[in-house]
């Protein structure tokens, strides 16, 4: 072996992929990006209109939901879930999302599949009002299989400082208003595939396939909610993730308050009953691992409530009163 191609990576493939994508990402940039594409690195001048603007960061990836996307060969949603992973927790701390990176490792380059992945990134940051700057597509042969491949990114946002939530400002008896989520997003899929084998995803499974509806791309709340922000009193806001509702209510509140949900305001999509099914789940378990119909939750005054479900309904979520903050230490959901 005498040459990095014969090694596994294909430095002249690679550079024909970037320039496949390169008007699909560059389509994401405004007057505010710095720099070219395919350079070292594109920047951002902040938008104008803050008094003290604050950067905020985060990142995530897909997680194994990538593995059924392989194993099916649909690629077309992955990017908008971490997107959605990255922006929506860009917007639980208040911050607009402005741009974005993305990271794909592969075993071995391929056009469709990899196109297909940026493409869907590409599409989720325009969804989100952010620019995607560029990012790094890394060739792993010999440490992952040919077919795998891994995404994550990482999103910058903007926040003005007084505008941050401060979980010691939620008051007992605030109301938790809940935005309704149609799929799992990018979450608990390790338990998920630990239920149902490859040839399970083929099957048919209300009304599509199983694996079709496992796949539908996560929302993206970050546009929606933060206008909410702007127009109604929002005390504090969760993106609901990993560990569900009981693992990221307490991450709004202070110390001494809890929530108490009440899971007969709102009815979980169907898929969420047929993974309890298929694996005999207890409900407390369902909760801890999957956000079970409710991907986003603001935090209001009672009276505030109605109007927050009225706007997020304008801009096409369904919303409901999902619960109450009350004295406690422990998140319960039901009785």
Not at 43 to 58: K, N, R, S
Not at 140 to 169: C, K, W, Y
Not at 298 to 324: K, N, R, S, Y
Request: charged fraction near 20%; proline fraction near 6%.
């Amino acid at each position: 072996m005498t040459s990095y191609s014969e090694a596994g990576v294909d430095v002249a493939a690679a550079d024909r992929f970037t320039d496949s994508i390169a008007d699909k990402v560059t389509a994401t940039w405004g007057d505010n990006v710095v720099g070219r594409f395919g350079g070292f690195a594109a920047g951002l001048t902040i938008p104008a209109g803050y008094d003290e603007p604050v950067l905020m960061m985060t990142t995530d990836g897909v997680g194994t939901k990538a593995e059924i996307a392989r194993v099916l060969g649909i690629f077309d949603g992955i990017g908008w879930d971490v997107v959605a992973m990255c922006v929506d927790d860009l917007a639980a701390a208040g911050a607009a999302p402005f741009g974005f990176t993305d990271y794909l490792a592969v075993g071995a380059l391929d056009s469709i599949r990899d196109q297909s992945l940026v493409a869907s990134v590409a599409d989720a940051c325009a969804a989100a009002g952010c620019a995607l700057l560029g990012g790094e597509t890394a060739v792993h042969p010999g440490v992952m299989d040919p077919t795998q491949f891994d995404l994550a990114g990482a999103a910058l946002g903007v926040a003005e400082r007084s505008a941050i939530r401060d979980p010691a400002r939620v008051p007992e008896g605030a109301s938790i208003v809940g935005v309704a989520s149609p799929n799992l997003r990018s979450n608990g899929f390790s338990l998920v595939r630990s239920l149902f084998s490859e040839s399970d995803f083929q099957r048919p499974a209300l009304g599509s396939s199983l694996g079709r509806l496992l796949l539908e791309p996560s929302v993206v709340y970050a546009p929606a909610v933060l206008e909410v922000t702007r127009r109604l009193p929002v005390l504090g806001m969760v993106h609901v993730t990993g560990g569900g509702l009981p693992g990221n209510l307490p991450r709004a509140l202070p110390d001494g308050l809890t929530a108490h949900v009440d899971p007969s305001r709102w009815e979980p999509p169907p898929i969420f009953g047929l993974i309890r099914d298929q694996g005999r789940i207890a409900q407390d378990e369902m909760f801890r691992t999957f956000n079970m119909g409710v991907g986003f939750a603001l935090i209001t005054v009672d009276d505030a409530a109605p109007g927050v479900i009225e706007l997020l309904a304008g801009q096409g979520h369904e919303a409901f009163v999902i619960g109450t903050v009350a004295a406690g230490e422990a998140v319960t959901v039901g009785s």
